[in-house]
T-cell receptor
Framework: KAGVTQTPRYLIKTRGQQVTLSCSPI?????VSWYQQTPGQGLQFLFE???????NKGNFPGRFSGRQFSNSRSEMNVSTLELGDSALYLC??????????????FGPGTRLTVL | GQQLNQSPQSMFIQEGEDVSMNCTSS?????WLWYKQDPGEGPVLLIA?????ELTSNGRLTAQFGITRKDSFLNISASIPSDVGIYFC???????????FGKGTHLIIQP
């Protein structure tokens, strides 16, 4: 069974631009969560989507948004990029929504660099 | 919110040595998860703990859920080069706020 895939793997943008990252969960998984990983802050929860609905959101500004499609694929968007948005963005999928004992499986991440 | 404190921040060991790392929290946890992240990859779940006092093994890895429900440790026996990476503890939070991660322990194995 294929794992979680994320595209693109690497991305370079300049300040003020916007970016869209994509995540394809493991087949059959309906929950997709996004995390930001930086050297300073570590891994931080961005948001979770389940059945095309955002269940919850971490402590990030409104410039960070996402959506989930009927096939469970998810995209996250960051508008008006700032230098501090440079990070590894990880997507994780699970069969059911978080808050259960279901395991989250992570993708390899998208490395975003903002110049 | 919840805070997870992992120690040590990094470890430099010789191949074949045993490794021990731990994680403490400021509040009581219902779950402890241990992940490993290799360079250029996402975290992979190693061990999940759900009961206070629970001791679980996965090959050379052993993890325990502390009796106080505020700590957990991960041991690796007879380390090998592929053990190199960053080890994270995490908690599911019991709600819908995603996983809360510790800052990680960098394991470096010297030949």
């Amino acid at each position: 069974k294929a794992g979680v895939t994320q595209t693109p793997r690497y991305l370079i943008k300049t300040r003020g631009q916007q970016v869209t990252l994509s995540c394809s969960p493991i087949s059959g998984h309906r929950s997709v969560s996004w995390y930001q990983q930086t050297p300073g802050q570590g891994l931080q929860f961005l948001f979770e989507y389940f059945s095309e609905t955002q269940r919850n959101k971490g402590n990030f500004p409104g410039r960070f948004s996402g959506r989930q499609f009927s096939n469970s694929r998810s995209e996250m968007n960051v508008s008006t990029l700032e230098l501090g948005d440079s990070a590894l963005y990880l997507c994780a999928s699970s069969l059911v929504a978080s808050g259960t004992t279901d395991t989250q499986y992570f993708g390899p991440g998208t490395r975003l660099t903002v110049l | 919110g919840q805070q997870l404190n992992q120690s040590p921040q990094s470890m430099f060991i010789q191949e074949g040595e045993d490794v021990s790392m731990n994680c403490t929290s400021s509040s009581i946890f219902n779950t402890w998860l241990w992940y490993k992240q290799d360079p250029g990859e996402g975290p992979v779940l190693l061990i999940a703990l759900y009961k206070a006092g629970e001791l679980t093994s996965n090959g050379r890895l052993t993890a325990q859920f502390g009796i106080t429900r505020k700590d957990s440790f991960l041991n690796i026996s007879a380390s090998i080069p592929s053990d190199v990476g960053i080890y994270f503890c995490a908690d599911e939070g019991g709600g819908a706020d995603g996983l809360t991660f510790g800052k990680g322990t960098h394991l470096i194995i010297q030949p």
